[in-house]
């Protein structure tokens, strides 16, 4: 079985959407990126940081989907990272209300030595040094790095952002933040200027409006399946993240084609996340609602038409 690194945070969240609002829940990219690879036959582990005051019952809802945990370290007497945001009448703007780093800012990342030879690493969103560090640690360069980033770090931290992004593959990221990295308002330039800083693949998530892959000359691009239910937005970049990784390790195959195929069930897997708040509809996913949407994915989007 191919093996997948994750790292990112494991966290506290609180969101307000137009449909309500909740206290402290569990949240975090390497939470949700966790939660959709594990739809996928694969060994997959997670290296992050949580506080005492972190559930065990959390950590345990990891672990009872196969997930390695070992590599979650428990800071006694710590606080866990919490972020708070609240979405906008259309749910495509979010504003951040707070950001709390606590045991992040000290957290230095152990790769477990039974991963140190992963096929996929997915550096989910977090401090760039945090993410470089997992890179250096690798024995053997991976078969494909995967770099999920946002806005914060490229505000605070751009310099060593910037390190991180030469390094890797594959970078998702959402329009706003192509364009302010690469100061293109067309996507096709800001994708070209990614493909300058290092990534082969730059996949940009347009949020509702789907997903597009990148590959020098080559553009592939999925839509978002149009939903009755959308509840919370928080999370789906990268359920979005984990489900492309997740079918890349499950299949082996990093090839354009293969990629296609792994920005759809990344938008399959999206798509139920925004259902409900936090991880509450990926915690609650069987296989074959996994299955009857990817066929819908297919008919939204399959066509016939004959060229002449
Ligand atoms: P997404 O909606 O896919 O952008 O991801 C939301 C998740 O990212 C939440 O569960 C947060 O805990 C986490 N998050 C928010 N801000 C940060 C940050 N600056 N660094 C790392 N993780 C973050």
Request: proline share 4%.
């Amino acid at each position: 079985m191919g093996k997948l690194l994750i790292v990112g945070t494991v966290a506290f969240d609180a969101i307000e959407t137009p449909f309500g609002k909740t206290d402290k829940i569990l949240g975090g990219a390497a939470t949700f990126i966790g939660l959709a690879a594990s739809h996928f036959n694969l060994d997959a582990a997670i290296i992050s940081v949580v506080g005492e005051d972190f559930p065990q019952d959390y950590l345990d809802l990891l672990k009872d989907r196969d997930i390695d945990i070992s590599g979650i370290e428990i800071v006694p007497g710590g606080k866990t990272f919490f972020w708070s945001g609240k979405y906008g009448n259309d749910l495509n703007t979010r504003e951040t209300l707070a950001t709390e780093p606590n045991v992040l800012i000290d957290f230095k990342p152990v790769v477990p030595d039974n991963f140190k030879d992963a096929d996929v690493v997915m550096l989910g969103n977090l401090h760039p040094d945090i993410q470089l560090s997992v890179i250096e640690q690798m024995e053997e360069r991976p078969k494909l790095i995967v770099l999920d980033t946002m806005n914060f770090w490229m505000n605070t931290t751009l310099p060593e952002l910037m390190k991180v992004i030469e390094k890797v593959d594959v970078i998702t990221i959402n329009d706003e933040e192509a364009r302010q990295l690469t100061n293109e308002y067309s996507l096709v330039r800001a994708a070209a200027a990614i493909h300058e800083m290092g990534p082969k693949y730059v996949v940009i998530k347009k949020g509702e409006h789907g997903a597009l892959l990148f590959h020098k000359e080559r553009i592939f691009f999925a839509p978002a399946l149009p939903l009755e239910e959308v509840f919370d937005p928080t999370g789906a970049g990268d359920t979005f993240a984990g489900g492309f990784v997740g079918y890349i390790t499950e299949s082996g195959n990093i090839s354009f084609n293969n990629l296609r195929n792994a920005v759809i069930h990344g938008s399959n897997l999206a798509s139920f996340c925004v259902e409900r708040f936090g991880t509450e509809r990926m915690l609650n996913l069987d296989r074959k609602e996994v299955g009857q949407r990817l066929q819908e994915f297919v008919e939204l989007t399959q066509f016939d038409i004959e060229i002449e």
